[in-house]
């Protein structure tokens, strides 16, 4: 069994930033496809982000690439969303994921377990 947690989350002007922290307790972390998602209110939980255990990792395409950034510390069981210049449409529940798959699943389908979220709120 995994167990995720995420923090980092919070309350940030547009423009500012924030890092999300997720940390896994497992014993083979690095085994693990991780992501990240994001839930707002009255909307689907749409793929943000997600990283091989190589480093290796994917973005959607039109949201968010360029201003966030994915990593992981396999030594930390933890990966990381850096998130800069936010926009008040950022404004969502994030979601940290972990896959058994090879591949980077970019649908809420493709993973197996899941944090209980944090709230990231950017006001315009």
């Known amino acids: 069994q995994v167990q995720l947690v995420e923090s980092g989350g919070g309350m940030v002007q547009a423009g500012g930033s924030l890092r999300l922290s997720c940390a896994a307790s497992?014993?083979?972390?690095?085994?693990?496809?991780m992501g990240w998602f994001r839930q707002a209110p009255g909307n689907e939980r749409e793929f943000v982000a997600a990283?091989?255990?190589?480093?290796?990792?994917?973005y959607s395409t039109d949201s968010v690439k360029g201003r966030f950034t994915i990593s992981r510390d396999n030594a930390k069981n933890t990966v990381y969303l850096q998130m800069n210049s936010l926009k008040p449409e950022d404004t969502a529940v994030y979601y940290c994921?972990?896959?058994?798959?090879?591949?980077?699943?970019?649908?809420?389908?493709?993973?197996?377990?899941w944090g209980q979220g944090t709230q990231v709120t950017v006001s315009s």
């Open positions: 994921a972990a896959s058994t798959t090879f591949t980077l699943p970019t649908r809420v389908t493709g993973y197996d377990y």
């Open positions: 497992v014993r083979t972390f690095s085994s693990y496809a």
């Open positions: 990283i091989r255990w190589s480093g290796y990792s994917i």
